[in-house]
C-alpha cells in the first residue's frame, strides 16, 4: 500500500464513476455503491492510523509525482499528526453520512455522485502538500456544496447555497494572491514542505506599500480561511447554509468542512508565516472571544433547532482560534512557557476533532426529529422526554457534550484551551470562560423546552429513534464518551507533530518586533 | 524579401485564399437547398489550412513581402487559433436553425475570407498591412453580423457594427497617419528606430497617435470605454457569428496589440526590462492597467443585470477581454504567454457556451435565462457541458478557465507588488462573475420541471461537437504542460531568444 492516500483521496471519485453507470432508477444499489465506497476509504483510513508512527512529527506515506514541471507544480501529498485526525474524520462523517442520507429520493444518482466528490475535494484539502493542489482539491469542493444545497435544501435553499459559494469563493480568490505571491517571492515553488523553509527567510524585512509582506499575505490567507471557519464577522453565510441544506450535508459541513479554515491556518499561516503569528496572536484570540460569546448570544436567540446547533458551531470554533493563540506562550519574551502552548495548541485540535463528532451527531438528532415532525421549531414540542426516551438520551448525551461537560471530550479540548491561552491572554480567556456558561444556557434552556413540560399531544406516536439512525449515532456518542474519559490516545497522535509546530513557529518567528 | 520569393512561405495564406474562391465558384453550382454543401469546400480547405500551417511551423522569417509580414511561432500560435475557431463555428452553423431560409453559400465563403483577413492581422508587421488586415476583418463582420436579413435585429447589429467600425478604424487610421508623418515609416522596425531619433518636441504627436491607434485596436478587442457596440451586435448577430464574433477578432487583436506595441514602442524587439521606453513621458502600463480594470468590471456589473443568455454573454466577453488585457500592462514574456493560453482556454468554453445556447434558442425558442429551466434534467449531456463551461468562465479549478486566468494572475503578480492591486481586481471581479454564470445552473438543475426522460440532442453532429469542446476544457484544467510548452516556444522566437 505505497500509495494509500492518494487511494484515500481518489477512491470516492472511482464510486462517483461507478454510480454515473448506473441507471437512474436503481436507487438501491446507487446508494449501496456510495456506502461500499465510503466504507472502503474509512477501512483504509484506520489502517493509515494503524501503520502511522506517531512518534515521528515530520510528514509520512509521502507521494510525490512531477505534474507541470514548467511552472513547478508537483503532485504532493503526504500525512502528519495534524492531517490524520481530520482524515480520520472525515472518512468517519462521510461514511456516517452516507447513511444519515439515506432516506433521499430525489435525484438519487446525482445526490451520491456529488456527495463522493465533495469527499475526494475534503481528503485533498487535508493530504495535499503543493500549494497549486491544495488550491485545486479547495475550489473542487464548492460545486459540489453548491449543488448539494440548492437542489436538496429546504425552502430558502438557492438562496443559501450562492451565499456559500460567493463567500467561500471570495476568500479563496484571495488566498490564490497570496500563494501567487508567496511562489514568486520564496523561490518559484509550490511544494509546501520548501515554502516552510524559505517563506520566513525571503519575507523577512520585505515591504509592500510600506506593509510587511508578512502582514499582507497573512491577512490574505486568514481572511480565505477565516470564511471557512467562520470567523465573526464572516460567519453569516453559516447559519443560512445550514438550516437550508439537508441533515447530511450540515454534519458534513459542520464536521470537516468547518475545520478546513483552522486546519489551513494552522498547516500554512503557522509553518509559513511564524513572525505573524506573533503579530496576529492577540487578534485571533480576540476574534475568538468573539466567536465564543457572539456565536452562544445568537444561538440562545433562536427558535429554530437546527439554527441553535448552527449559532453553537459558530461558538466552538472560537475555541480553537483562542487555543491556536496560546502557542507564542513558548517564546522567550513570554516566559518560555512550552507546556501552556502545548496544551493550548494540542487542545485547538483536538476541539477540532471533537467538535467533529458532537456536533455531526447534534444535526444528525436534529435531522431525526424533524424527518418525524416536520418542523424543528423549539417552542412546538414539549415533553418529548415521555413520547421518546431513546431519543432523548441521545440528545441529552450530544447536548451535554456539547455544553462542555466533564466527562465528554468537548471537556478536556475546552479545559486545554483556556489552561493554555491563560498565561498570556488572561482578560480574554477569563470573559471568554462566560461562554461556558452562555453555552450551558441555551443547551438547557432548549433541552427543557424540548424534552420537559406538558407534553405536545400532537407527537404521541411519534415513531422512536430507528435503527439505521442509531447506528449513525452510537459511534459518534461512543467516541464523544471515550475520549472524554481518556484523551490520551488522540493527544499522543497528535503531539509530536505539533511540538514540532511549536518549536519551528517560535524560534524562526522571533522578528515579531520588527513587523 | 521579394514578393516572388515569399510566396513559397504564404502557402496558408494562399490556400485560404483559394478555399474562399472555390467556395463562391461552388455556391454557384449548388441548388439553394444544398447550399450548405459549400460548408464541405470550405471546411476542407480550412483543414488544408491548419496542416499547411503546421508543416511550416517552427520557422522565422521577418521580411516577407518586402517587409511588411511576418512568419514566427507567434503567429503560428494565433493562425492555428484562429482556424481552429473557424473551423468549430462552421460545424456550429450546420445546425443553425437560425440561418434555414437564408442562402448558405455565402456565410461559409465571407467567413473563409474573414480568417484569411484575421491570419494576416497576426502576422502584419508593417502599418498598411495591418490596416488592410483590420478593414478586411471588420467588413467582412458587418455582413456576416447582418447575415439574417429579414430580422431587424440583425439589420440593427451590422448597422451599429458599421457605424462604430468605420468611425473607430477612422481614428485609427488619423493615428496611424501622425505615426507615418512623424517617422516616415510603415514597418515596425523601422517605425521603432525612427521614433528613437525623435526630440521631446514631438512627444505630443506620438500620445496622439498612440491614442488613435488604440481606438481602433480597443474597438476590435471590445476593451472599455469602445465596448458599447459590443452587446448590441453581439445580441443581433446569428448565434454562431456571435460566438466566433467573441473569440477570432478577440485573439488576431490581441496578437496585432502586442506585435505592434512591443515591435514599434517597446525599448528592443523583446519586451525588456525598460518597457514602453519611447513612451515614458506618460504612465502607459498604468493607463492600460486602469483601462484593464475599468473594462471587466463595468463588463461583469452589467452582466449581472441580463435576462437573455446571450446578451449575458456578450458583456461577459467584454469582462474576459479585461482579464485578457491585464496581461499587456506587465509586458513580460510570462504575461505574454498567459495572455496566449488564456485565449486558447476562452476559445473552447466561450464557443461551447455559445454552441449550447444556440442550441437552446433553437430547440426551446428563447435565449432567456427561462429558456434553460430544466435543461440539466432533460438532456444530462448538455446540462453538464453547459455547468462545465459556465464553471470555466468563472475561472473555478480544475478546468480550463482557471489554468488561463492561474497564468494571467501569476504574470502580474510576478511584475511585483505594484500591480498586486489590478490582481485583486481581477479577483474579485471573477467572483462578481460567478453570480451570473451560475444563475444559469440554476435554471439548468433548481427550476423547471424534473423530467425523467433524458435525450440527447438528436444529431450527432451536435452531441461530438460538445464533446469536443467540453472535454478539452475539462481535462486542460488537469494537464496543461504541452499547451504551455507551446505558448512559451512561440514566444522565444519572437523575443529573439
Known sequence: MSNI??????????????????????????????????????????????????SIGEMQFMERVEWIPSFNITYILGVDGLSLPMVLLMALIGFIGIFVSWNIDKAVKGYFSLFLLLNTGVMGVFLALDFFLFYIFWEVMLLPMYFLIGMWGGPQREYAAIKFFLY?????????????????????????LVLMETAPVAL?????????????IWVLLFIGFAIKVPVFPFHTWLPLAHVEAPTAISVILAGVLLKLGVYGILRINYTMLPDGVFWFAGALALLGLINVIWGAMCALAQKDLKKLVAYSSVNHMGYT???????????????????????????????????GTISAMLFILVGVIYDRAHHRDIEGFGGLASQMPVYTAFVA????????????????????????????????????TLGILLNAAYFLWAFQRMFFGPANEKYNDLPEINSRELFTVIPLAVITLFLGVYPRPFLDLVSSTLNLLIESVVTIGGYAGNL | MSNLESLKFFWPELILSATALIAILSDLIYERKDSHKVSFWAIGGLLLTF????????????????GTMALDPFSEFFKILIVLSTIIVMLMSFNSSELDGYRKGEYYTIMSIMAFGLVMMTSAIDVLMFYVAIEIVSIMSFFLAGYLKRNPNSNEASLKYVIYGAFSSGVMLYGLSILFGLTGETNFFAIKNAISQLGPDSNLALILSIVFILVGLGYKISAVPFHFWTPDVYEGSPTSITAYLSVAPKAAGFALIIRFFNIAFGSNSAMGSD????????????????????????????????????RMLAYSSIAHAGYMMMAIPVMSQSGIYGLMIYLFMYMLMNLGAFFVVMYVQDKFDGENFDAFNGLGWKMPLLGISMTLFMVALTG????SGFVGKFYIFAAVIEAGNQYYWLAFVGVINSVVSLYYYIKVVRHMYFEGERSDIVSLPESKLTTSLVLVLALPTFFLGWYFSPLVEWANNSLNFFLGI
Open chain 2, 275 to 310: 518597457e514602453w521606453s519611447s513612451l515614458n513621458s506618460l504612465p502607459w502600463p498604468f493607463l492600460i492597467a486602469l483601462l484593464s480594470a475599468a473594462t471587466m468590471t463595468i463588463g461583469n456589473l452589467v452582466a449581472i443585470q441580463q435576462q437573455s443568455v446571450k
Open chain 2, 51 to 66: 496542416i499547411t500551417i503546421r508543416l511550416f511551423g517552427g520557422s522565422s522569417i521577418n521580411g516577407l513581402f518586402m
Open chain 1, 397 to 432: 448525551i450530544a447536548f451535554f457534550a456539547g455544553l462542555g461537560l466533564p466527562g465528554f471530550s468537548g471537556f478536556v479540548s475546552e479545559a486545554m484551551i483556556f489552561i493554555g491561552a491563560f498565561p498570556v491572554f488572561r482578560t480574554i480567556v477569563i470573559i471568554s
Open chain 2, 396 to 399: 473555478l479549478p480544475p478546468t
Open chain 1, 5 to 54: 492516500l492518494s487511494w484515500i483521496i481518489w477512491l470516492p471519485v472511482i464510486g462517483m464513476l461507478v454510480i454515473s453507470l448506473i441507471p437512474r432508477n436503481n436507487s438501491k444499489i446507487i446508494k449501496q455503491i456510495a456506502a461500499i465506497t465510503s466504507g472502503i476509504q474509512l477501512l483504509l483510513a484506520t489502517y493509515l492510523w494503524q501503520v502511522f508512527d506517531s
Open chain 1, 204 to 216: 523577512n524585512g520585505m515591504l509592500w506599500w510600506g506593509m510587511s509582506a508578512i502582514k499582507v
Open chain 1, 321 to 355: 482560534l483562542l487555543g491556536m493563540s496560546a502557542v507564542i506562550a513558548a517564546s522567550g519574551m513570554n516566559g518560555s512557557n512550552l507546556i501552556s502552548a502545548q496544551a493550548g495548541v494540542g487542545g485547538a485540535v483536538f476541539q477540532m476533532f471533537n467538535h
Open chain 1, 168 to 192: 467561500t469563493l471570495a476568500g479563496s480568490v484571495l488566498m490564490l494572491i497570496a500563494i501567487l505571491a508567496l511562489y514568486f517571492t520564496c523561490g518559484n515553488t509550490f511544494d509546501m
